[in-house]
């Protein structure tokens, strides 16, 4: 069934909704500042699987731990210090977004704020000792790495909002003329804005270290990144997060209006923290992640269209959606389905609706089941997107194949659920065609 939406005032209102979210500040800077870092990530993935998969299998001892420090110094130049390298993104695209003219300077504030609010001690057990000691004039991986992304973020989104408002005071740029490099010129307008911001920042990290015995960092990531995350990359809370974001194709309105802008951050944090755990050899403590939801719940791109493309081949007796099929399998198999999505089509095919967020839910349902009783492993390894189906199962948990075969069961349950709505989808073109 083919309904006209175009005309719908609810989808008219809705689409508007949809685009003020999705183009909202906060929303599109946290996209580009996670979009950006992405390549670090998936760096940081590749390492990890080698050092704990690969050279496991050729190496041990002495020179297995010898050839995995490249690994290890990958993972301490990504993800050890992702708080570090996030906070500045976040100032810069969100100085760029607010249209600011010095987003370089945001970005360079955010990290100084980041850093000045870290605490001044920490707890650390020496090499070879039993006890853990208090140490200062340190960064701790702990605070700078994937415990300290979300104080990053709002630290960073914080700081700029402010920077961007004071700098805008006329009384408070210092204006050196046309005669200086630009660099200088710019670095002398918003030097009294960051002092200010910087000097702020201080004071209240020094009431928190001296007065509460306390800083920022940890309670962003105790009351606000560990609530937030729980409750948003928990099963139920992804699953309909995600499902929304599908629903917004049916529309018209891309999917990362909500995904990106929403959970996959969320999800990001727990895919980092799952590589530092596999890294270090310690319990993975995510089931859900950047990699898993993908995984088994994006085979083929959004809706699992993979499954959509191999039902149309196996029953499908309409020519356009043959063709349609023929030329969006290749992509496909990379998870590039905006072919399928327009083509089809998905968008405003209430036909499709169904089966395009009813099969990505269930793959993340029984993925999520399958791990928690040790059917197969945890995602730890951050693939990238365009990752061929069965193979990002393989490399997502580090080479199990008990993953390939539960993605394979879930491709073929997809298979046949989206069988009864493309013979659906043809006798409605049948009768569009009379």
Same mark, same amino acid.
């Given at each position: ?33 996670? /979009? !950006? #870092?992405?390549?670090?990530? %998936?760096? @940081?993935?590749? $390492? +990890?699987? &080698? ?68 605490? /001044? !001690? #920490?707890?650390?057990?020496? %090499?070879? @000792?039993?006890? $853990? +000691?208090? &140490? ?83 309670? &962003? ?214």
């Amino acid at each position: 069934m083919k309904i006209d939406f175009e005309n719908s005032k609810f989808v008219e209102k809705f689409t508007m909704l949809a685009g003020r979210l999705g183009n909202q500040v906060h929303l599109k800077t946290l996209r580009d500042a996670f /979009a !950006t #870092i992405m390549p670090l990530y %998936i760096l @940081a993935g590749i $390492a +990890v699987l &080698i050092n704990n998969t690969v050279l496991g299998w050729l190496f041990d001892g002495a020179t297995l731990s010898s050839l995995q420090y490249w690994g290890n110094a990958i993972v301490n130049g990504t993800l050890n210090i992702s708080g570090l390298l996030i906070a500045p993104l976040a100032g810069y695209y969100m100085a760029q977004n607010r249209g600011f003219d010095n987003p370089l300077a945001a970005a360079i504030l955010s990290m100084a704020t980041l850093v000045v609010m870290m605490p /001044a !001690t #920490i707890l650390s057990t020496p %090499i070879g @000792a039993d006890a $853990a +000691v208090e &140490i200062g004039s340190v960064l701790s991986f702990s605070n700078i790495g994937t415990g300290g992304m979300f104080a990053g973020v709002i630290i960073g989104l914080l700081a700029t909002e402010l920077f961007v408002k004071i700098s805008s005071i006329e009384k408070l740029k210092i204006n050196l003329g046309d005669q200086v490099p630009p660099a200088v010129g710019k670095s002398f307008n918003v030097l009294i804005p960051i002092i200010i911001i910087v000097s702020v920042f201080a004071i209240i990290s020094a009431v928190l270290f001296n007065v509460f015995d306390t800083n920022l960092v940890s309670m &962003i990531t105790s009351f606000i990144q560990e609530p937030l995350r729980l409750v948003t990359t928990g099963l139920w809370g992804c699953v309909i997060l995600y499902t929304l974001g599908n629903l917004l194709w049916i529309f018209g309105i891309h999917q990362s209006v909500i995904y990106s802008s929403i959970l996959e951050p969320l999800l990001i944090i727990n895919m980092t923290q799952n590589m530092a755990a596999y890294a270090a050899g310690e319990a993975i403590p995510n089931i859900i992640n950047v990699a898993m939801v993908p995984t088994f719940g994006m085979m083929g791109g959004s809706g699992s269209t993979i499954c959509l493309l191999i039902a149309t081949f196996l029953i499908s007796k309409n020519a356009a959606s043959k063709s349609i099929s023929k030329m969006s399998l290749g992509p496909g198999l990379f998870n590039i389905n905006e072919p399928v999505l327009f083509g089809y089509p998905i968008v405003y095919n209430i036909a499709m609706a169904i089966p395009f967020v009813l099969v990505p839910a269930l793959g993340i349902i029984i993925s999520y089941v399958a791990t928690s009783l040790g059917w197969i492993s945890y995602c730890v390894v951050q693939v990238p997107w365009t990752t061929p189906p069965l193979l990002s199962a393989y490399l997502a948990t580090a080479g199990d194949f008990r993953a390939v075969i539960l993605q394979a069961i879930i491709l073929v349950l997809g298979v046949l659920i989206y069988m009864p709505f493309v013979k659906i989808n043809d006798n409605v073109m049948s009768k569009d065609a009379e």
